[in-house]
Structure formats: structure tokens, C-alpha cells
């Protein structure tokens, strides 16, 4: 007895029913030392430490945070 398997669907270029390609990950931002940078929730501060691709250690003044990447509601001034 042979195994039934789906077979692939494969869409004409012209279809209005093709697939939609993947979206393309967001580019994760670039910081440095001493960089500005504002935080939705936490306000202004400044980048003390940087894990570039993995997270940024920011100062906000009362409080030393590591923000991880994508860095989420940060912004470099």
C-alpha cells in the first residue's frame, strides 16, 4: 500500500492566488557608546553599553536598563 503524500501546489505567476512572499525581519538599529536615545516609557538616556545585535545597556538617569534587540520603543536622537 502506498502512502498518499500532498503534492505541492504550484501557482502560476499570473494567479491572483499566489502566496505571499515572507516579509523581510525588521533591520535591528545600530547603537554606540554615548548615543542619545529616547524610550516610550522610560524617557531620555544614554547608551553605556552596547551587545551589538543583542542588547544595548542604557542610563535614564534613575535607572541603568538593558534593552533588548529589536530594541522596542527606542529611538537614537
Request: hydrophobic share 30%; no cysteine.
Amino acid at each position: 500500500m502506498s502512502s498518499s503524500r500532498a503534492a505541492r501546489r504550484r501557482h502560476l505567476p499570473t494567479s491572483p492566488f499566489n502566496s505571499e512572499p515572507e516579509p523581510e525581519p525588521p533591520a535591528v538599529e545600530h547603537y554606540e557608546l554615548q548615543d542619545r536615545v529616547s524610550h516610550d516609557k522610560y524617557g531620555l538616556g544614554r547608551v553605556i553599553g552596547v551587545d551589538e545585535g543583542v542588547s544595548v545597556l542604557v542610563d535614564f538617569g534613575s535607572q541603568k536598563l538593558r534593552i533588548p534587540a529589536p530594541y522596542a520603543k527606542l529611538v537614537k536622537l
